[in-house]
T-cell receptor, first 112, second 111 residues
Framework: EAGVTQSPTHLIKTRGQQATLRCSPI?????VYWYQQALGLGLQFLLW???????NRGNFPPRFSGRQFPNYSSELNVNALELEDSALYLC???????????FGEGSRLTVL | DAKTTQPTSMDCAEGRAANLPCNHS???????VYWYRQIHSQGPQYIIH???NNETNEMASLIITEDRKSSTLILPHATLRDTAVYYC????????????FGQGTILTVHP
């Protein structure tokens, strides 16, 4: 069974550009969580999508947005990139029965 | 959602038991304690979870105090590959909507 997959693995952008990151949850999982992990720091909660709707968001500006598609895959968009947006972006889906999160390997975004 | 407190770092000798503490004094009655670990910028990996009884699986044991204000993750025979950042989080009910990770404990296993 395929795990959570994320793409691209690495992405390099310049300030002011937009970045789009993608996530496919484990088959049958309908919730997707996004986290930001800056170098040397813990995981910061970004967004939670469930059944196609944004259900909750962390303390991030509106230029961080996303969506969830009918097949439950998800996309994270970061507009007007700033240097401090450089981080590992992790996506996770949840097994509802146990509450266990399954993480992808992440997308590393570098903003120059 | 429960706020958790963990030591910043711990050391352990290879082959010995690693005991990682976590304080979660604000945990609510329907929130489970979950443990994850993250090895060098890979995606975090689930280890174990429990509500109020002690739990054991092939990776670790989880001891939760009777008042549920703290817990200990036990890796019975630590190996070098157990070197990682270990996170404990409280989650249940509506707090599944904002699963928040703290800074975690950096566990270093020495030869």
């Amino acid at each position: 069974e395929a795990g959570v997959t994320q793409s691209p693995t690495h992405l390099i952008k310049t300030r002011g550009q937009q970045a789009t990151l993608r996530c496919s949850p484990i088959s049958g999982h309908t919730s997707v969580y996004w986290y930001q992990q800056a170098l040397g720091l813990g995981l910061q909660f970004l967004l939670w999508y469930d059944e196609g709707e944004e259900r909750n968001r962390g303390n991030f500006p509106p230029r961080f947005s996303g969506r969830q598609f009918p097949n439950y895959s998800s996309e994270l968009n970061v507009n007007a990139l700033e240097l401090e947006d450089s981080a590992l972006y992790l996506c996770a889906s949840i097994l509802v029965y146990t509450g266990e999160l399954f993480f992808g390997e992440g997308s590393r975004l570098t903003v120059l | 959602d429960a706020k958790t407190t963990q030591p910043t770092s711990m050391d352990c000798a290879e082959g010995r038991a690693a005991n990682l503490p976590c304080n979660h004094s604000t945990i609510s009655g329907n929130e489970y304690v979950y443990w994850y670990r993250q090895i060098h910028s890979q995606g975090p990996q689930y280890i174990i979870h429990g509500l109020k009884n002690n739990e054991t699986n092939e990776m670790a044991s989880l001891i939760i105090t009777e008042d549920r204000k703290s817990s200990t993750l036990i890796l019975p025979h630590a190996t070098l590959r157990d070197t990682a950042v270990y996170y404990c989080i409280g989650a249940g009910g509506t707090s599944y909507g904002k699963l928040t990770f703290g800074q975690g404990t950096i566990l270093t296993v020495h030869p």
